[in-house]
């Protein structure tokens, strides 16, 4: 039995809280950051960075704005810091917070599938830990009613959030045929980054996923790298299921808090963001 609210929209969503913060942890000599966020960059757990309250909040706020009411943090086994904040010191008005547990980092697709008691045969959302996504984005991807990918403009991820295209190069484009998702171009390389025709769209591991991503988490082989990858389950459900995924294109830019040279722009463009959980 379905349990989606009365407009039968999506309302849960799933984030990905479970990663090393191997980046975060590493010391840079001019982070410019205070000794509160310091002491949280050290224990690489990047939801946890204060940014007058912790990072994570902003990123549930802005899923509440979009009409989400149900949560669920896909953390490790030794994540007691994140489990005691939102379980027991965070005042909940608009939300309710699950926890899953992924026992080890083996992967984006294996941390989903730690979810699907959760998700209780609904659909989710899922998005990274360390993003703060415009809440049109998050809206768009809810209204669509169906499986959607949340996809950014690379010029405004230049102008808005100050990321170089070397970085952008780090992250997915994706190619949109006829308003749907077609592929994802990991890492592209500069000469084929200089081919593309602009509008060139970053996805940032931001989706509305059916419920039958579980069972494509569950089907797929590692990747080369070892792991359980996303993209590799999202593959097969349009291959196997046939699902299709609409592109929500936003013209705006992701907050990525992926190191510490990420934290003092990131405090100062969500400074007086109003938050409420």
């Not at 690379?154 to 592929?183: H, I, P, T, W």
């Amino acid at each position: 039995m379905s349990n989606q609210t009365s407009s039968n929209l999506p309302n849960k969503a799933v984030i990905l809280a479970r990663g090393l913060g191997t980046r975060m942890r590493k010391a840079v000599e001019e982070s410019q950051l205070d000794e509160k966020q310091a002491a949280v960059a050290d224990t690489g757990i990047k939801a946890l960075i204060p940014i007058d309250r912790p990072f994570l909040d902003y990123v549930m706020s802005a899923l509440a704005d979009a009409g989400y009411e149900k949560i669920c943090l896909v953390i490790g086994p030794d994540h007691d810091a994140i489990r005691d904040y939102y379980g027991n010191q965070v005042e909940l008005d608009r939300l309710s917070i699950d926890f899953a547990v992924q026992e080890e980092p083996r992967g984006t697709a294996d941390a989903v599938l730690a979810a699907e008691a959760f998700a209780d045969g609904d659909p989710v959302a899922v998005l990274n830990s360390d993003n703060y996504y415009p809440v049109e984005a998050l809206r768009g991807m809810r209204e669509t009613g169906g499986a959607a990918i949340g996809l950014f403009d690379s010029d405004a991820m230049m102008q808005e959030n100050e990321l170089s295209e070397e970085r952008l190069r780090a992250f997915c484009v994706a190619e949109v045929e006829d308003g749907y998702l077609k592929g994802l171009l990991e890492k592209p390389s500069e000469e084929i980054w200089n081919a593309l025709v602009k509008p060139i769209w970053i996805s940032m591991n931001c989706w509305q996923l059916p419920a039958s991503i579980f069972d494509a988490c569950k089907a797929i082989d590692p990747s080369p790298r070892g792991e359980l990858e996303l993209p590799d389950a999202v593959y097969h459900t349009i291959r196997e299921f046939g699902v299709r995924y609409q592109a929500v294109t936003v013209d705006a830019s992701v907050l990525d808090m992926t190191c510490r040279e990420d934290i003092a722009r990131v405090t100062r463009q969500l400074t007086g963001t109003e938050v409420q959980l």
